[in-house]
């Protein structure tokens, strides 16, 4: 067995509300908990037996005088995430060939150098998605936090994807284990989108703007610093061409920012409960306000709250939502609110 401290979380986190755990061992390759079950016994182990498959363990349970015995070892047979790696690989396809899905053809592979920026676009985007879906699932991995891989979404889309997912696959136990696992993906991508934005403006042209027809881009307070630290006072009439890395670091930006959002099972709805206990639906429900009102500049924002809305803007609470948050806990905690803050567009697209 792996390190058994871990995987003794790792169950812990598993089982803890389906049963009172009143001590945990480790012997002979197993990790041993003596338990009694919250609900009743045969829907309690069912549900135990379950979660244990599906994380890559298995349980024995034997009858003690106050209680039960449960017997956890890892399962060494380990099965290839193949729905992982074929979202991956499909997610590449949609994003390389994003374009086609609005000209319902391949005739911009026929531009000069498109093969470079399209590689240049996909690789740049996806390794911005993967930081940040690593950075939950490593950090959700040092906390004890069963993580999924991550799933990525392909999509027909300006971009070629609606993002990835990661599962949770334990509750979490106390709000400092929240925050650290909710900020730690959107921290990393954060600094792997700003650094990417920033080597397209170094790269990047200076052309004419065209305000006469056409979408553009919004930006947030981050890019605008960016764009001047980078290039100085940009001249009247003068703007960035959007080149694949500059697209590509807007677009993680993006993804960040939406991610924060204060609202439910969002990161920022993690984090938020995290420091701010149950005034998290306070704050949601004001924000939800502020997407309505946003969305009469940008309609996609009634969209995304409408999508929040099926799930719950409240986050539920955590078994021990009385554990002091911890140093780390904080600093992560602010520091997301920082980047939310920099990161925000309050209209993405815009129409000329």
Avoid: C
Avoid at 138 to 156: D, E, H, K, T
């Amino acid at each position: 067995m792996r390190n058994p401290e871990q995987v003794s979380k790792e169950v812990y986190y598993q089982l803890a509300d389906l049963f009172e755990i009143s001590a945990i061992y480790y012997h002979d390759g197993r990790i041993i908990l003596k338990a009694r079950p919250y609900l009743a016994r045969e829907e309690a182990l069912g549900i135990m037996n379950r979660r244990l498959k599906q994380s890559g363990f298995e349980g024995a349970v034997k009858e003690d005088g106050s209680g039960l015995l449960i017997g956890v070892r890892e399962i060494t047979t380990k099965k290839w995430p193949y729905l992982n790696m074929v979202l991956f690989a499909a997610t590449l396809v949609t994003m390389f060939f994003a374009p086609a899905f609005f000209e319902f053809n391949l005739n911009f592979l026929h531009q000069p150098g498109i093969i470079m920026e399209r590689v240049q676009f996909t690789v740049a985007l996806m390794l911005i998605l993967l930081f940040h879906e690593f950075g939950h699932y490593l950090m959700g991995r040092r906390r004890g936090v069963l993580m999924s891989l991550p799933y990525f979404i392909p999509a027909p889309n300006i971009v070629g994807t609606f993002g990835a997912v990661i599962k949770s696959r334990s509750p979490f136990t106390n709000r400092r284990d929240l925050i650290e696992v909710g900020a730690a993906g959107p921290i990393a991508g954060f600094v792997v989108a700003a650094i990417v934005l920033a080597f397209g403006l170094w790269h990047g042209k200076i052309i004419p703007s065209d305000m006469s027809h056409g979408m553009r881009l919004g930006d947030s307070l981050l890019i605008k610093i960016l764009a001047y630290l980078v290039g100085g006072n940009m001249p009247a009439g003068y703007e960035y061409a959007l080149s694949p890395t500059i697209f590509a670091g807007w677009v993680g930006l993006l993804v960040t920012m939406l991610n924060l959002l204060p609202l439910g099972q969002l990161d920022g709805g993690h984090i938020l409960y995290g420091m701010a206990g149950k005034y998290q639906g306070v704050v949601a429900k004001i924000f939800l306000v502020f997407m309505v009102i946003l969305g009469l500049k940008w309609p996609g924002w009634w969209i995304f709250g409408a999508f929040v809305l099926i799930f719950g803007l409240r986050h539920p609470p955590t078994f021990n939502d009385a554990l002091p948050l911890s140093r780390t806990a904080r600093i992560m905690g602010y520091a997301s609110l920082v980047i939310f803050i920099i990161s925000f567009i309050p209209v993405p697209f815009m129409v000329s």
